[in-house]
């Protein structure tokens, strides 16, 4: 309850003395105040209980600047929201008073408030530049005032009352006259008088201080130039400059600045720079001098192999009056530089240049030089490539390009040579000259053959003027010296393998060989019965001088064809006309000819006795091919009678026998038919016609007994063409069976040792002549067999005798339904250039054999297939 009435009493205090104060609170607060700071307590201060000033928003009411202070809504406090600067706020006023309006809401009333802001020192005098220059002749007497502008500062009172000082000088006091309290006036004593030569400028400092607590000052520099008479001409540091340049400097450059000094001043020390009188005028265009600055530029391009120095003369004038000047004189050293590249000329060039020159030959001269000097202008030279040619020095700078190596123009027709230079200096600099040299040829290579020993396979009956072979031979020389001509060489040339009795022919009655395009042609068919092998050699001849030649040999196989129909062959001693033996012979095709000799009667006769046992041989057909192999591979067949009959006849033998024992019931006379065909394609035959009588055992006897007196000479009963048996001779042929068995076994025991020799013999090679060697060979163009000689001569009677037997067998694939014939069929490979009537080429070395893939040599070589036999 004290508490409450103490604060009424307040209160009211409070309001009467407001109503005492005429309705105004004034307050006093310190410029620079930190925001926050409590001004003064304005809710108390205006009567109002704790919290009413919150509750009727009391606050302050803007007046168009900012007040800087704010009323405390939960305190009703006037505190300072932001910085107070007196002197932004009221400048140069004393006292500087801020004016409030405070509104209070319900009931609404205002309260007027008055904030003084007091002043601190916190502003240092300051002059109106930092600087101040000032021009005094040096001819003004002591005693001599200059005005001088002084301080300001924005504080009030005793902190803006200032006072002047002056660093110390000789030459120079202050002055300082007091207008009033506020203003006073600052002079400038001149005190003893100026030497510009000695000091030309003096450089002092003026303090202002102010009357704070503690005191702030502000300084002025004073630069203070002694004006000088021109009494002083310009001079430069040496009367003589040396100046080194490189002659490679860019026009324009500046390479030296000229500096003229004048101890006076102002316009009596600008000094204009220019070249003196003397110079020349060339001078004066190679070179330019700024007037100003004395620079000293190029304006032109410097050539130390031209001029190696200039001497410049120049003179430096000042502006005063009257002008004096200086001279002095500029030694310019041209410094070579490495500017000029090495230069190569050809003096002489002698080309082509054979391919036999010999080594040290001089190809061309050539003159080498360099415009620098020095390292700059020592030149090294060399040639790239550096074979087969290389430089050798004559004198001074002159060379020679020599060959250092053999040529070959078949390995390089043309060079192209590059002489290289390059100086000393650095960095280097080089020059090239390209030098073409043709290589000229000489006929130094003999035409080659791309093989030593060719091949050629060709099928007898081929057409006179067919292509064999192609032979070709690279001769690497150029125009005439590699032009090449064919020919068949006849000092080597041969038939091998012809027939008995023909001899040997020259191969070019076989061949021709064409001189341009080296084709290999047949002059006239090919027979194989005449001849299976020719070897002759092709001779390449260039067109140089003297002419190079180079030989291949050609190995020609003739190739058999079935162009031969079996022929049967007459006994020994007997005579057509007399009815003995005789031979039709009629073709299997209608293409077929007759063949082999024929009798007027067409019929051969035989005996058998009546009785005779099943297998007794009754004839013998004989009948020889002259093709070879397959083609003269002969087989006999029963034509007639078709029915099953008393004979038979042997398949490859040829032997007529009974196929069982005769009796009365088989009839007193058969006539058989019997056809002789071999394996060609298309097989080719002929018929024999046999009559054979059966007899009594007796009759039988007497009829052999006569055909052997009519038969003087004869070796055996085969060689009559009839072999007779009969019961009175029974004992007979039980003997020649038993010899012909064991002749029979030993023929098989030889033969398996002849199958065993060959078979582990060592391979044989080539056979390029007559002898005894046989040679067969499979490779993918077939199989084939050769032999200059037999074991054993096929012959019969008085018939000459084979001496030899080819066979080949060709590997070609079965045309296919309905194509072209042979000799329009395409060539199945490189090595096959024919399939017909024209030739088929391998290749062969001389140190190969003849087939690539395997080949086996024996002696006496047994067939694959039966051979017809043969009787003596």
């Not at 035959?685 to 046999?690: F, I, N, V």
């Amino acid at each position: 309850m004290g508490e409450r009435c103490c604060a009424v009493l307040r209160v009211l205090v409070l309001q009467a003395a407001w109503a005492l104060a005429g309705g105004q609170v004034r307050y006093s607060v310190p410029e620079e105040a930190k925001a926050g700071t409590v001004v003064g307590r304005l809710a108390q201060d205006l009567g109002l209980e704790a919290g009413e000033a919150e509750a009727r928003r009391l606050r302050l009411v803007a007046q168009g600047r900012r007040a800087s202070v704010e009323v405390s809504g939960a305190s009703g406090a006037l505190l300072v929201s932001s910085r107070l600067d007196r002197e932004e706020l009221c400048g140069k006023s004393a006292p500087c008073a801020l004016r409030l309006e405070v509104l209070l809401e319900r009931p609404l009333r205002v309260f007027h408030v008055q904030l003084e802001v007091t002043d601190i020192n916190d502003n240092a005098p300051i002059f109106p530049a930092a600087r101040k220059n000032l021009s005094i002749a040096e001819s003004s007497l002591p005693g001599s005032r200059f005005p001088l502008e002084g301080a300001s500062d924005a504080d009030t009172g005793a902190n803006a009352q200032l006072s002047y000082t002056l660093s110390p000088s000789e030459h120079f006091s202050l002055e300082v006259k007091s207008k009033d309290e506020k203003k006073s006036s600052v002079f400038l004593v001149l005190t003893k008088s100026l030497d510009r030569e000695t000091i030309p400028v003096h450089r002092l400092v003026l303090t202002a201080t102010d009357g704070g607590r503690p005191s702030l000052t502000g300084t002025m520099e004073l630069v203070i130039s002694v004006l000088d008479a021109n009494d002083n001409a310009p001079q430069f540091n040496q009367s003589v400059y040396k100046v080194q340049l490189p002659e490679n400097t860019a026009p324009g450059t500046v390479f030296f600045q000229l500096t003229a000094t004048d101890k006076d001043e102002g316009i009596n020390q600008e000094i204009h720079y220019s070249f003196s009188d003397t110079a020349s005028a060339y001078l004066q265009e190679l070179f330019k001098i700024d007037e100003k600055s004395g620079e000293i530029r190029t304006a032109g391009e410097l050539d130390f192999e031209d001029l190696q120095s200039y001497d410049l003369e120049i003179e430096a004038r000042d502006k005063g009056i009257p002008p004096l000047s200086g001279h002095c004189s500029v030694e310019l050293e041209v410094l070579d530089v490495n500017d000029n590249a090495p230069e190569v000329w050809v003096t002489s060039l002698s080309v082509p240049v054979p391919e036999d020159a010999s080594v040290g030959t001089v190809v061309a001269l050539l003159s080498v030089s360099d415009r620098d000097s020095g390292t700059n202008g020592r030149v090294r030279c060399w040639v790239w490539p550096a074979a087969p040619f290389g430089l050798e020095a004559t004198f001074a700078g002159s060379y020679s390009l020599v060959l250092r190596e053999a040529l070959d123009r078949e390995r390089v027709s043309e060079y192209e040579v590059e002489v290289r230079a390059e100086d000393g200096g650095a960095p280097a600099l080089g020059a090239r000259r390209g030098l073409r040299v043709p290589v000229s040829d000489v006929n130094d290579n003999a035409p080659l053959f791309a093989q030593a020993v060719y091949t050629v396979l060709a099928r007898e009956n081929n057409a006179a003027g067919a292509e064999l072979a192609r032979l070709w031979a690279r001769d690497p020389d150029e125009a005439g010296n590699g032009r090449v001509s064919y020919s068949v060489w006849e000092g080597a040339a041969g038939g091998v393998g012809a027939a008995a009795g023909s001899g040997w022919r020259a191969a070019s009655s076989y061949v021709s060989v064409d001189a341009e395009s080296g084709r290999v042609w047949a002059l006239q068919p090919l027979d194989y019965e005449e001849l299976q092998v020719l070897q002759f050699e092709v001779r390449a001849v260039d067109a140089g001088e003297p002419p190079l030649c180079g030989n291949a040999t050609v190995q020609l196989f003739v190739l058999d064809e079935n162009d031969n129909a079996p022929a049967l062959l007459l006994p020994a001693g007997s005579a057509p006309e007399a009815g003995a033996v005789a031979a039709e012979a009629a073709s299997a095709s209608s293409s077929s000819s007759l063949v082999g000799p024929v009798s007027g009667s067409g019929t051969l006769w035989a005996w058998a006795a009546w009785g005779a046992p099943a297998g007794q041989v009754v004839a013998k057909i004989r009948a020889v091919d002259a093709d070879s192999g397959y083609n003269a591979w002969l087989r006999y067949e029963l034509w007639e009678p078709r029915a099953k009959g008393p004979f038979r006849v042997g398949l490859y033998s040829g032997e007529v026998s009974t196929a069982r024992p005769l009796d009365e019931a088989d009839g007193a006379r058969h006539t058989l038919l019997i056809v002789v065909r071999d394996h060609g394609e298309p097989a080719r035959s002929a018929t024999a016609t046999l009559s054979v009588s059966l007899l009594e055992a007796n009759e039988a006897a007497l009829a052999a007994g006569s055909s052997a007196a009519s038969s003087s000479g004869s070796v055996s009963r085969s060689a009559l063409g009839v072999d007779v048996g009969g019961a009175a001779a029974s004992a007979a042929t039980n003997v020649w069976l038993v010899v012909a068995i064991c002749a029979v076994s030993s023929l098989f025991l030889l033969a398996l040792v002849l199958y065993g020799a060959s078979r582990w013999a060592p391979r044989a090679a080539v056979l390029s002549g007559p002898g005894p060697t046989t040679l067969v060979c499979a490779s993918e163009v077939g199989s084939w067999s050769y032999s200059q000689r037999h074991s054993r001569s096929l012959c019969v009677a008085d018939g000459a005798a084979k001496s030899d037997l080819m066979v080949f067998s060709p590997n070609f694939p079965p045309p296919p339904p309905g194509a072209a014939p042979k000799d329009t069929q395409p060539e199945p490979s490189v090595l096959l250039h024919t399939v017909s009537d024209t030739a088929l080429l391998l290749p062969l070395t001389q140190t190969q054999p003849f087939c690539p893939s395997r080949c086996v040599g024996s002696v006496g070589i047994q067939s694959p297939f039966p051979r017809p036999e043969s009787d003596v």
